[in-house]
């Protein structure tokens, strides 16, 4: 069976996020002030094939635990579906 993954990493909420700050801090230049507390992380898809739903969830969490996500900084979520 083949499945899709959707992963969001983003910083820990506890960290600085620089390139949110400087997103946020530019909102007011372009008419969007009312927009605060930008914080900008990844997104990543990707295809996996397994014997079942349980399996793939397992590879897709061993895949961001060992190389998608750095979790000193990074914290994620995923979805897994079949296709």
Do not use: W
């Not at 959707?6 to 996020?17: A, N, R, T």
């Not at 914080?39 to 635990?65: F, P």
């Amino acid at each position: 069976m083949k499945f899709k993954a959707e992963i969001d990493v983003m910083p820990l909420k506890s960290l600085l996020d620089p390139q949110g700050k400087a997103v946020s801090a530019s909102m007011g230049n372009v008419g969007l002030s009312e927009i605060e507390n930008v914080r900008i992380g990844k997104h990543i898809t990707l295809e996996i094939q397994a014997s079942n739903e349980e399996v793939a969830t397992s590879k897709v969490d061993e895949a961001c635990k060992k190389m998608l996500c750095n979790q000193i900084m990074e914290s994620y979520e995923f979805t897994v579906v079949e296709i």
